[in-house]
C-alpha cells in the first residue's frame, strides 16, 4: 500500500483481531520515499522505496501482491505492467470529484481487461474481477 493509505490502516486494522486476524498477520509492504519506521503494533510490514523493490517483490516466490486504497501507488504499478489483476468494488455512492483509480492518461492504464468475476450483493455493491492482458 502507498503511505497515506498505510497511515489511515495501521492504526485501526491490529485492533480487527476477530475479523482480520490473516490479514493483520500476512507481511505488509509500504510504498514511500519517505517513511523510515514502521508502527509497531502493525507487524510484519517492510518498506519498499521504488518499483524496483516492487518488482524483485514480485519476482520472489511469495504469494500474490496485494493493494488496498492507494490510488496514486495502483496507476503507478499498472504504468510499470505490474498489476495482473484488479478485485473492485463499486459502491453506489455518487461523488463529484475523487481519485480516480486509472490515470487520465490511459496510454498508462492497464490496457485490455478481461471480466472473470462478478457478483452484486444485497447492500448494492457490486464486485467485479478483471484480469489485465499484458
Given at each position: 500500500?502507498?503511505?497515506?493509505?498505510?497511515?489511515?490502516?495501521?492504526?485501526?486494522?491490529?485492533?480487527?483481531?476477530?475479523?482480520?486476524?490473516?490479514?493483520?498477520?500476512?507481511?505488509?509492504?509500504?510504498?514511500?520515499?519517505?517513511?523510515?519506521?514502521?508502527d509497531?503494533?502493525?507487524?510484519p510490514?517492510?518498506?519498499?522505496?521504488?518499483?524496483?523493490?516492487?518488482?524483485?517483490?514480485?519476482?520472489?516466490?511469495?504469494?500474490?501482491?496485494?493493494?488496498?486504497?492507494?490510488?496514486?501507488?495502483?496507476?503507478?504499478?499498472?504504468?510499470?505492467?505490474?498489476?495482473?489483476?484488479?478485485?473492485?468494488?463499486?459502491?453506489?455512492?455518487?461523488?463529484?470529484?475523487?481519485?480516480?483509480?486509472?490515470?487520465?492518461?490511459?496510454?498508462?492504464?492497464?490496457?485490455?481487461?478481461?471480466?472473470?468475476?462478478?457478483?452484486?450483493?444485497?447492500?448494492?455493491?457490486?464486485?467485479?474481477?478483471?484480469d489485465?492482458?499484458?
Open positions: 500500500m502507498g503511505r497515506v493509505s498505510y497511515e489511515e490502516f495501521a492504526p485501526v486494522w491490529p485492533g480487527m483481531t476477530e475479523d482480520f486476524a490473516d490479514y493483520n498477520a500476512m507481511p505488509k509492504y509500504v510504498m514511500s520515499t519517505t517513511m523510515t519506521e514502521t509497531p503494533g502493525w507487524q510490514t517492510y518498506i519498499l522505496h521504488s518499483i524496483e523493490d516492487v518488482v524483485r517483490l514480485k519476482e520472489g516466490k511469495g504469494g500474490p501482491l496485494i493493494v488496498n486504497g492507494s490510488a496514486n501507488l495502483a496507476q503507478n504499478l499498472a504504468a510499470e505492467g505490474l498489476v495482473d489483476r484488479y478485485h473492485l468494488l463499486v459502491f453506489p455512492l455518487m461523488l463529484g470529484a475523487g481519485k480516480r483509480l486509472f490515470a487520465d492518461d490511459f496510454t498508462k492504464g492497464p490496457g485490455r481487461l478481461d471480466l472473470i468475476e462478478h457478483a452484486s450483493y444485497g447492500n448494492g455493491v457490486i464486485l467485479a474481477v478483471y489485465v492482458r499484458h
